[in-house]
């Protein structure tokens, strides 16, 4: 079990205290597509967040590769997530003063594991799987919504984590090219044995998934 | 995991984030060059001038003077005389025993009339004793042509100040004839020529053997007053010991001669000290500024930053070092337009004003200003890139994704 959540509680407080998350209990496993779905405003997001380990802020247990997430500190955090999470966000969001090349390798040039033109090596390999190399010297600003969610999944995968999350990864794109990123996403569980966790409302997506979790209004369905 | 937030990604993180905006960097970095310039300009002329006038004037007089109360009697002609100093052996005695005295020496005073082949002018005699007078003033440091103190030793040589002897028309060599207020008069060797720079001094002042001087003026081992030189110039205590112990004597320091030149010092660091904090007050605000603009337009690369890896302080960092980039930049670029217009002012040829005699204008040179200005432009941009590297430090990754 690569992740294992247990009882969590997710509360906001303003603009007054309401419960977004009712005791959700999941688990996932190694190498497997999972798609959480439900209406828009189920917590999906929310829960994203803290399985990410960017929301630390709720109750109950989440275990990451055998981590207790609890028990780090915020840099520690910090270094857990940047070696073991990748994160895709609905907009696709690259850094527009650094270029395509440049984004995939910011993660990796943290980690500072590997010597730069190891990383750019990488950042090159993953870009060709993405069908994205001959765009690796554009600024990032210049690409299409669909070309940079690709460039965003090959950053999410630079420091070859075990876990990527990603929060309506085709919410803002058209039919061919939500297409595209799913089955991208789905080569990553198949060939590279990664799992691979997506909050999506698109039916035919979570159908195609190997697992499929529901969320209605902040609980999972039984 | 690299746990220093000092390392190359961060820095170039940083630099990409600069070069994004380069024209507002180049902007906050001339504010900063600005600062640092008029201060280094600004310290080098004004202690530049201070200084000058500090060496002409408190190395042309001394620390303390002591002379009677009853500044001028009338001799038995009715002629005006400055008045002998009755008690002083009273005084040594004090001076010897105060621990602060440096060292003590007799003089006498007493205006003439200085005339030459052709011309004649007022002039102030100083009868000194040569031994003595060569530890209150280093004469030799300003003579312009001639000998220094050991040269009046022999009667009937005098020393001219330089705007006196061009007024006189002499040099070295010459004769001129000397008329005291009693009448008596004797012919007079000049054997040295000497300059303070301050037109006061230079016009009138003169120096002859005292013991000279006392025959003329029949006052036989008389003087009209003690010059005194502090080991502490600043603690002018013996002033009130003096004035306790002795009666009928008027002390002054250097203070009391020099206030309107100890007022302009003052006035002169206050007025450097003032505009260059104002401008680089200024700066600091324009690095402030751009950063702050930087952070609130960058939010959701920051957010994404922290998603990925970089951790709070990380962002720190990067920022702050946005910050001391456009400082390094505009502080060593400051250094060296400061040198420049500092030595430009130095060459330019100034006309001697009827206070002070100088070829250019007084500039200082040293190394420790530059360090200073270029210290204070550097802390003024951390100081200012401080507060919004910590407020990117704080975005919430969640809060801006969600609103992304
Ligand atoms: N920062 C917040 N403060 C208060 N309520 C919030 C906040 N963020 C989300 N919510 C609420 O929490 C619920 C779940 O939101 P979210 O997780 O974004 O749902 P989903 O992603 O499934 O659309 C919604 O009702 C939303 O309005
Ligand atoms: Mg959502």
Redesign the interface.
């Known amino acids: 079990m690569i992740l294992e959540a247990r009882h969590i509680d997710k509360y906001f407080l303003e603009p007054e205290k309401r419960q977004v998350l009712k005791n959700i209990s999941l688990v996932i496993p190694d190498g497997e597509l999972v798609a959480i779905h439900g209406e828009s405003g189920s917590g999906k997001s929310t829960l994203l967040y803290i399985l990410s380990t960017l929301d630390t802020d709720f109750q109950g247990d989440l275990k990451i590769k055998d981590q207790n997430i609890k028990t780090l500190g915020a840099s520690a955090l910090t270094d857990f997530r940047n070696k073991h999470i990748g994160f895709v966000y609905q907009f696709h969001y690259l850094l527009p003063e650094f270029n395509v090349l440049q984004n995939v390798m910011l993660p990796a040039m943290k980690l500072s594991k590997k010597a730069k033109e190891e990383i750019i090596e990488d950042a090159l390999g993953l870009l060709d799987e993405m069908g994205m190399r001959e765009y690796a010297k554009r600024p990032a600003y210049q690409l299409s919504g669909g070309q940079q969610q690709r460039v965003a999944i090959a950053r999410a995968l630079i420091n070859n984590p075990s876990l990527i999350i990603a929060d309506e990864p085709t919410g803002n794109l058209d039919q061919k090219n939500s297409h595209l990123i799913f089955n991208l996403l789905k080569e990553i569980t198949e060939n590279k044995g990664k799992t691979v966790v997506i909050a999506t409302h698109n039916s035919t997506m979570y159908r195609n998934s190997h697992k499929t979790i529901e969320m209605i209004d902040g609980s999972i369905r039984p | ?2 746990t220093h937030v000092f ?3 961060n820095i ?2 940083a630099l ?2 600069l070069s ?1 905006r380069k024209k507002q960097s180049c902007l906050a970095a001339i504010g900063v060059l600005l600062g640092v310039t008029t201060f280094i300009v600004m310290i080098n002329f004004m202690t530049g001038v201070n200084d000058f006038l500090d060496d002409a004037v408190f190395n042309g007089s001394p620390d303390i003077i002591i002379s009677t109360k009853t500044k001028k009697q009338r001799d038995n002609k009715g002629l005006i005389i400055s008045s002998v100093l009755e008690n002083s052996n009273e005084i040594d005695k004090v001076l010897i025993e105060n621990e602060n005295v440096h060292s003590f020496a007799h003089q006498i005073l007493t205006p003439a009339i200085l005339i030459s082949d052709r011309k004649q002018f007022p002039a102030s005699i100083n009868g000194v004793f040569s031994e003595k007078e060569k530890e209150m003033i280093n004469l030799e440091r300003r003579l312009v042509e001639g000998k220094g103190f050991q040269s009046i030793s022999q009667e009937n040589t005098i020393l001219l100040g330089i705007s006196l002897a061009k007024r006189l028309q002499v040099s070295v060599g010459d004769q001129i004839k000397m008329i005291l207020p009693n009448g008596n008069n004797t012919n007079l060797k000049v054997s040295g020529i000497f300059s303070f720079g301050i037109t006061t001094i230079d016009n009138v002042r003169t120096y002859i053997s005292a013991t000279t001087l006392q025959g003329l003026l029949n006052q036989k081992n008389g003087i009209t007053n003690i010059h005194v030189k502090l080991k502490d110039r600043d603690d002018v205590s013996l002033k009130s010991t003096l004035v306790e112990e002795v009666n009928g004597i008027g002390v002054e320091d250097w203070k009391d001669s020099n206030k309107t030149i100890v007022i302009g010092n003052k006035v002169r660091d206050i007025l450097t000290w003032s505009v260059s904090f104002a401008l680089l007050l200024v700066a600091g605000f324009g690095i402030y500024n751009i950063l702050t603009i930087t952070v609130i337009q960058k939010r ?2 920051i957010a ?11 962002i720190v960092f990067i920022f702050l070092v946005q910050a001391m980039i456009i400082g390094l930049i505009g502080a060593l670029l400051g250094c060296v337009l400061g040198y420049s217009i500092s030595y430009m002012i130095s060459i330019t040829s100034l006309d001697t004003s009827d206070f002070i005699i100088v070829e250019t204008y007084p500039i200082n040179f040293k190394m420790f200003y530059y360090i200073l200005g270029f210290s204070f432009g550097i802390l003024t941009t951390i100081f200012a890139g401080y507060f919004p590297s910590k407020k990117a430090s704080r975005v919430d ?2 809060t801006i ?2 609103g ?1």
């Open positions: 995991m690299s390392n190359k990604t170039f993180i990409q984030y994004a959701k690369d994404v930053l922290k998603t990925i890896g970089y951790s709070s302080n990380d990754p969640v994704i969600r992304i």
